[in-house]
């Protein structure tokens, strides 16, 4: 088995179906010749069966080939975000022990200083770097990995410590894109699926592109989401599956000026929870059923769905897709009747073989039967549908994005005029959440808001720095002197709606 084995195979039976970017585009025979000199380039740079590989790239067809051509070659892959600053991409190289990372050139500052800190090879990727592969010796063969053998390790949050590589294998990431592929979607070789989730996301690589690939579909990528271009690209190309995260959901609804999508067959949203408002003003205005799903990073990510054809649940996260289990558990792993709220529990083949080099994390959340406890609380009701009701830890979902907050503390307390530091998040009716940090200055310093934010916008991804930083003489803290959040209250002026973006 291998995961690159979908590429070789659609690549056989459909070499003229494509990836596009705009005007560029890829046959899928294209892309198999792209990912075996890749497979070649790696093996020149030493790359072994079960090494660590980088991809720090946008949503462009460069990724699909390099991601294919380093499991091709028996490596994993190490998705990044573009948007890393140097010590993010600092951390995750070292962490995963990668070799190598392929950056984009337009965002490659942060990654090359990233890389040399951590002491690992940089490679530039442009939209003519695969042309500049011509004279590189392939490598045809799909390298021969185990079910079991790591495809994919990806960052996720957590609320304490620094991110954890949650791996997946590929038998994981293999059955959990047949499901999508078969189960929700029913895709085939005459669908075209929107390419705008980030591919570097699990949701993304298994809803969009892996699963478009084994089906011989097409993918149309958008590298940036906007609402106006995702409208035009879905009107244009004759997009039939939309997969997107609630906040894009409310982006296209603000767009006035709606080209006729057409050809919309099924929309999918997950992420974060959906708004049953949303969901309805969607489906009246574009005249597509959207199918709400859950799953996490660890789950690769496809847990439960809204099964399309059957009974559906507007607020609901659905039911087990095929092949996995799901309980509701109190804090002993009891199952808990219906109706009553506790932890969420899965267990399938979906289910990650644990966090990289990270035992005692992995014991933590994965038990010895393979039930992953995922911190989010929730209930299931007498039909079987599951319900999100709160996270149990202090996770910060903004956009469809994790953030944790200890990080973005962490930044904080870096800054020589802050004492305390706690990041909270701040419901957002566009958002999810906003990300709040509530400070106090050591005494005599001086430092205002704006600073603080600035501060730590230079040195984290675009998307976790505060929005809204406040200012206290001290924070909250309980008997042990352990700051507690949950007692700190936002100044009666915030406004989550006009933070600085």
């Known amino acids: 088995?291998?995961?690159?084995?979908?590429?070789?195979?659609?690549?056989?039976?459909?070499?003229?179906?494509?990836?596009?970017?705009?005007?560029?585009?890829?046959?899928?025979?294209?892309?198999?010749?792209?990912?075996?000199?890749?497979?070649?380039?790696?093996?020149?740079?030493?790359?072994?069966?079960?090494?660590?590989?980088?991809?720090?790239?946008?949503?462009?067809?460069?990724?699909?080939?390099?991601?294919?051509?380093?499991?091709?070659?028996?490596?994993?892959?190490?998705?990044?975000?573009?948007?890393?600053?140097?010590?993010?991409?600092?951390?995750?190289?070292?962490?995963?022990?990668?070799?190598?990372?392929?950056?984009?050139?337009?965002?490659?500052?942060?990654?090359?200083?990233?890389?040399?800190?951590?002491?690992?090879?940089?490679?530039?990727?442009?939209?003519?770097?695969?042309?500049?592969?011509?004279?590189?010796?392939?490598?045809?063969?799909?390298?021969?990995?185990?079910?079991?053998?790591?495809?994919?390790?990806?960052?996720?949050?957590?609320?304490?410590?620094?991110?954890?590589?949650?791996?997946?294998?590929?038998?994981?990431?293999?059955?959990?894109?047949?499901?999508?592929?078969?189960?929700?979607?029913?895709?085939?070789?005459?669908?075209?699926?929107?390419?705008?989730?980030?591919?570097?996301?699990?949701?993304?690589?298994?809803?969009?592109?892996?699963?478009?690939?084994?089906?011989?579909?097409?993918?149309?990528?958008?590298?940036?989401?906007?609402?106006?271009?995702?409208?035009?690209?879905?009107?244009?190309?004759?997009?039939?599956?939309?997969?997107?995260?609630?906040?894009?959901?409310?982006?296209?609804?603000?767009?006035?000026?709606?080209?006729?999508?057409?050809?919309?067959?099924?929309?999918?949203?997950?992420?974060?929870?959906?708004p049953v408002e949303v969901l309805h003003r969607f489906e009246a205005r574009f005249g597509c059923v959207v199918l709400e799903g859950y799953g996490l990073s660890e789950t690769s990510p496809v847990a439960s769905f809204n099964h399309a054809g059957q009974l559906r649940k507007p607020g609901s996260i659905g039911t087990p897709v095929t092949g996995v289990e799901m309980r509701v558990v109190d804090a002993a792993g009891g199952e808990l009747p219906a109706g009553e709220v506790g932890e969420i529990a899965i267990r399938g083949h979906n289910v990650m073989k644990g966090y990289w080099n990270k035992p005692e994390a992995t014991a933590e959340v994965l038990s010895s039967d393979g039930w992953f406890r995922t911190g989010d609380m929730g209930r299931q009701d007498e039909d079987g549908f599951f319900f999100i009701v709160d996270r149990k830890k202090d996770l910060i979902i903004r956009g469809g994005f994790n953030v944790y907050p200890r990080e973005i503390e962490e930044v904080l307390y870096e800054h020589p005029a802050v004492a305390e530091a706690a990041v909270i998040g701040i419901e957002h009716p566009e958002l999810g959440e906003e990300i709040a940090a509530a400070v106090a200055l050591a005494p005599g310093a001086v430092a205002t808001p704006d600073e603080l934010r600035d501060h730590v916008k230079r040195q984290v991804a675009p998307y976790k720095y505060p929005r809204l930083v406040w200012i206290f003489d001290s924070l909250p803290k309980g008997p042990t002197s352990k700051i507690v959040k949950r007692e700190i209250v936002p100044p009666a002026a915030h406004d989550t709606t006009g933070a600085q973006r």
């Open 1 to 274: 088995m291998n995961l690159a084995g979908i590429l070789t195979r659609s690549a056989g039976s459909a070499p003229d179906q494509v990836v596009t970017l705009g005007d560029r585009t890829l046959t899928y025979a294209d892309l198999e010749l792209a990912s075996s000199r890749i497979a070649g380039f790696l093996a020149e740079k030493a790359i072994r069966r079960g090494d660590r590989v980088g991809i720090m790239l946008p949503n462009v067809p460069e990724f699909a080939a390099i991601y294919y051509g380093v499991l091709r070659a028996g490596g994993a892959v190490v998705p990044m975000n573009p948007l890393l600053k140097t010590r993010e991409v600092e951390y995750y190289l070292a962490d995963s022990g990668a070799k190598l990372i392929f950056a984009w050139q337009d965002m490659t500052g942060e990654a090359i200083e990233g890389a040399a800190r951590a002491g690992v090879d940089h490679v530039g990727v442009d939209s003519a770097f695969l042309a500049g592969l011509d004279d590189q010796a392939a490598i045809t063969q799909v390298e021969v990995r185990d079910p079991h053998d790591t495809a994919v390790i990806l960052y996720t949050s957590g609320t304490t410590g620094k991110p954890k590589g949650a791996e997946l294998s590929h038998g994981n990431l293999t059955r959990n894109l047949e499901v999508v592929r078969n189960d929700l979607l029913s895709l085939t070789a005459s669908d075209v699926v929107f390419g705008g989730l980030p591919l570097f996301h699990s949701f993304g690589q298994t809803a969009t592109l892996n699963a478009t690939i084994a089906a011989g579909a097409s993918l149309v990528l958008l590298q940036r989401f906007t609402p106006q271009a995702a409208l035009e690209l879905i009107a244009d190309r004759k997009v039939t599956i939309f997969a997107g995260v609630p906040t894009m959901y409310g982006a296209l609804l603000g767009v006035e000026d709606v080209p006729e999508p057409g050809a919309l067959r099924y929309c999918v949203s997950g992420g974060a929870a959906l």
